[in-house]
């Protein structure tokens, strides 16, 4: 079996498009799991996985040891939903700041007040780390409890909390200085 699977990856290399959709039905479910695994989302899974063979189709010929075709594959998968997380997490950070656009200050009365107050916290959440600033816009905005940040994030619960906290600190001390 090894020595088929390492036939089929050099003739695949060589441009047999035969050879490769072999490489792609073998791996397309492994492939599919990871990408799942690491975006918990089968759509953009799915969408990853198609563009994880369109890659290897054109990247093949300059792999070096087709025994390392897997542990490769496994390497180009990860990349991409690396990348889709951080558009993702783009969007989604995106989004949450034209939340701020339509919140209602409480203590401000008139809408000059609002709208000075707007643009005071937005000013000062330019100024802490995108991190921080994901996250407490994710609570203290859109509504998210910890645990479904954390989901969300892919980060550990405790990563959360504490980036909350960093982030309200901070913001305190932004919004005091300015």
Known sequence: MVNDLHQIII???????NAFRQLVTAYKGTVFRH???????????????????VKAYYSLPKLENEFA??????RVVTNLCY???????????AESEELIENVRMPNASSPIEQSIA??????A???????????????EIQGYSYSEI??????PLGTV??????????????????
């Open 161 to 178: 909390k504490s980036r909350i906290n960093t982030a309200r600190e901070n913001l305190r001390k932004e919004l005091e200085k300015g």
């Open 35 to 53: 990408a799942f695994s690491l975006l918990n989302d089968r759509m953009e899974a799915e969408d990853v996985t198609q563009e994880a063979f």
């Open 69 to 74: 075709f897997v542990s490769w594959l496994t």
């Open 83 to 93: 990348d889709k997380n951080k558009k993702l997490n783009k969007k989604k950070l």
């Open 150 to 155: 954390s989901e969300l994030l892919q980060i």
């Open 118 to 123: 707007k643009m005071t916290i937005k000013e």
């Open 125 to 139: 959440m330019e100024k802490i780390p995108l991190e921080q600033k994901n996250v407490l816009i994710l609570r």
């Open 11 to 17: 003739e695949a290399k060589k441009g047999d498009q």
